[in-house]
């Protein structure tokens, strides 16, 4: 079974300071695909970017990028420029082949003025 | 086109009562996954449902728990002779098909069940 592992349940950021949030993960399987979703206090569930396994460049939305480490199983967000807006839940997730989304616990963002 | 319909946002029971929550798929959409999320949690998924059909219902508790998707109509999932600690967040994801990686599951706001 899959395990995703989000090590800091709280971290917070200077308004237009960059942060990384972290994940780790662990799958036998070789392709998969891992998630990056956000949760504001309205509960919605958003994508924030998205990165398959068997690609080696890092994906990149606007000011959200990713660190990709398949070999260590490491893929960690980088959120660039913080905006109050950003402020949330993140969740790291992962999909192989299964009919199920596996998330982390999550870590709380919060972005000071 | 909306998106994901859940309602109630809020529920509220007593212990021993029944939890109707209910999931309106996006247009066109005919898959539904159900998950749950325990306070500072992360979302655990619980039953997977095309028209119809359950697909799959691992992640459900095999008591008091069950879940159908209508060919007409909401998914729903309920809750019998709920206790405190079904209180959770309830979200459902809907899609075309099964979800792959490469596609987008939409997500639905969540139900808020609280028991007391």
């Known amino acids: 079974a899959q395990t995703v592992t989000q090590s800091q349940p709280e971290m917070s950021v200077q308004e237009a300071e960059t942060v990384t949030l972290s994940c780790t993960y662990d799958t036998s399987e070789s392709n998969y695909y891992l998630f990056w979703y956000k949760q504001p206090p309205s509960r919605q569930m958003i994508l924030v970017i998205r990165?398959?396994?068997?690609?080696?460049q890092n994906a990149t939305e606007n000011r959200f990028s990713v660190n990709f480490q398949k070999a260590a199983k490491s893929f960690s967000l980088k959120i660039s420029d913080s905006q109050l807006g950003d402020t949330a839940m993140y969740f790291c997730?992962?999909?192989?082949?299964?009919?199920?989304?596996?998330f982390g616990g999550g870590t709380r963002l919060m972005v000071k003025p | 086109n909306a998106g994901v319909m859940q309602n109630p946002r809020h529920l509220v029971r007593r212990r021993g009562q029944e939890a109707r929550l209910r999931c309106s798929p996006m247009k066109g959409h005919s898959h539904v996954y159900w998950y749950r999320q325990l306070p500072e949690e992360g979302l655990k998924f619980m039953v997977y449902l095309q028209k119809e059909n359950i697909i799959d219902e691992s992640g459900m508790p095999k008591e008091r728990f069950s879940a159908e998707f209508p060919k007409e109509g909401p998914s729903i999932l309920r809750i019998q002779q709920v206790v405190r600690g079904d209180s959770a967040a309830y979200f459902c994801?809907?899609?075309?098909?099964?979800?792959?990686?490469?596609?987008?599951?939409?997500f639905g706001q969540g139900t808020r069940l609280t028991v007391v």
């Open positions: 997730a992962f999909w192989n082949a299964g009919n199920m989304l596996t």
């Open positions: 994801a809907t899609g075309q098909g099964a979800f792959m990686g490469n596609t987008e599951a939409f």
């Open positions: 990165q398959e396994a068997y690609k080696q």
